[in-house]
């Protein structure tokens, strides 16, 4: 008798995976590098790149300088894009099927891109448009960490300025704030009498707060004409924390996007409430990785750009694809041993619901080991099926 509870165990329980994807400052040369030296995709990436932009974007991710690869309009290009290789590398070729997505800031429309709602071009060029149009506004913004909500409203209620806006809720503790030109030197001296840890993002102007209305205008205007594509998976608002309705909610979310808070501290009490078992951040450094374990108790969170993260990636789902790999083998091997109890012959039967799925669990097997890829979720399922299609058949055990 034949017992398949372990293997029954083994498919059915499927991580359930969030990815989230970071936003801008985050830039730094080398990016991607081990990725081009190892896998021709990250390469090939890089060169669609080049040709959208006009410019050398794998040139200045990889070699530099800074400083001009931290203009904006240069690194949103190079944060997206590598963000991009990373998902194509370790979670598409790995079959990873996400239960949602999210992104801060630039990563939502990273999310967006990877979920299948834009295509590359697409979404590069509309990353690139949006950073020149927000380089038009004026105004400054400031990092704030060891600080509360309430205490930071009132500094800000203190000053009696309506241009002073906390543009993204990175955490209970953290804040960035926007402002104009004018009200930045009493911002930043009130804010230094404070207990807070202040950080002025001199490559910064004001970000996602209404001082960026005439950005968002012209960002509407330029998708106007766009057509955008079903999401392969959920992918949740920055400022909401839900989930995008369809395609059609995709301009209005990236026109708010530009001129509405970022409630990150949201998006991560979402995520910690949802039946999410696995945080992945995919894209450089790991930002969102250190908020999501400081933050709330989603432990099993982990960096694809760090070697530590990369190193529990592998540990904890590559080796899984060794694991299906054996399951559907053993899968094959047990309906070829299973000897055939049937009383009542019936060639045909025969061949519809024993040789047929045998060929096909077969061919299901084999296509993947061709590609050296692990077997989707979808398609273990079908090879389960067929397989439980033979057992009955033959009159073997089925588990329960």
Same mark, same amino acid.
């Given at each position: 008798m034949l017992n398949y509870s372990v293997t029954a165990i083994s498919y059915e329980k499927e991580m359930k995976y969030i990815l989230v994807f970071p936003g801008n400052g985050i830039q730094y040369v080398g990016m991607c590098k081990k990725l081009c030296d /190892?896998? @021709? $995709? !990250?390469? +090939? $990436?890089? +060169?669609? !790149? /080049?040709q959208i932009l006009g410019f050398d974007l794998k040139k200045l991710c990889l070699k530099g300088s800074l400083a001009k690869l931290s203009k904006l309009e240069v690194s949103q290009a190079a944060i997206l894009t590598a963000s991009y290789i990373m998902y194509k590398v370790y979670i %598409?070729?790995? /079959? $990873?099927? @996400?239960?949602?997505?999210?992104g801060h800031s630039l990563g939502e429309i990273t999310a967006l891109l990877c979920s299948g709602a834009m295509s590359f071009e697409e979404t590069l060029k509309l990353v690139y448009y949006r950073s020149l149009y927000i380089n038009e506004a004026k105004g400054k913004s400031i990092l704030i &960490?060891? !600080?509360d909500e309430y205490s930071l409203k009132k500094i800000i209620k203190r000053i009696g300025s309506n241009n002073i806006y906390i543009s993204c809720y990175n955490s209970p503790s953290q804040f960035m704030v926007s402002c104009t030109d004018e009200e930045y030197d009493e911002l930043f001296e009130q804010l230094k009498q404070s207990e807070f840890s202040i950080t002025p993002m001199f490559n #910064?102007? @004001?970000?996602?707060? @209404? =001082? =960026? #209305? %005439?950005a968002a205008d012209k960002l509407k205007e330029y998708i106007r004409d766009f057509s955008f594509n079903d999401m392969a998976f959920p992918v949740l608002s920055g400022i909401s924390a839900k989930a995008y309705s369809g395609k059609d909610e995709i301009p209005h979310n990236l026109y708010n996007? =530009?001129? /509405? #808070?970022?409630?990150? &501290?949201k998006v991560m009490q979402k995520i910690e409430n949802s039946e999410c078992e696995c945080v992945i951040e995919v894209g450089p450094k790991s930002i969102l990785t250190e908020l999501m374990i400081n933050n709330t108790i989603m432990k099993n969170t982990f960096s694809l750009d760090t070697p530590e993260g990369i190193k +529990?990636? %592998? %540990?904890n789902y590559l080796k899984k694809g060794i694991e299906n790999s054996r399951i559907v083998r053993e899968y094959i091997r047990d309906v070829i041993a299973l000897k055939n109890n049937m009383k009542n012959y019936d060639e045909d039967d025969y061949n519809n619901k024993v040789c047929f799925p045998y060929n096909k669990m077969k061919e299901i097997y084999e296509k993947y080991t061709d590609e050296g890829i692990d077997f989707s979720e979808k398609d273990m399922k079908v090879i389960k099926d067929y397989a439980d299609m033979i057992k009955r058949t033959k009159q073997a055990f089925i588990y329960e």
């Open positions: /190892n896998y @021709p $995709i !990250a390469n +090939e $990436i890089f +060169e669609q !790149a /080049n %598409e070729s790995n /079959n $990873i099927v @996400p239960i949602a997505a999210t &960490d060891d !600080a #910064s102007g @004001p970000v996602h707060c @209404p =001082l =960026l #209305s %005439e996007q =530009l001129t /509405n #808070s970022v409630c990150w &501290d +529990e990636f %592998e %540990e």
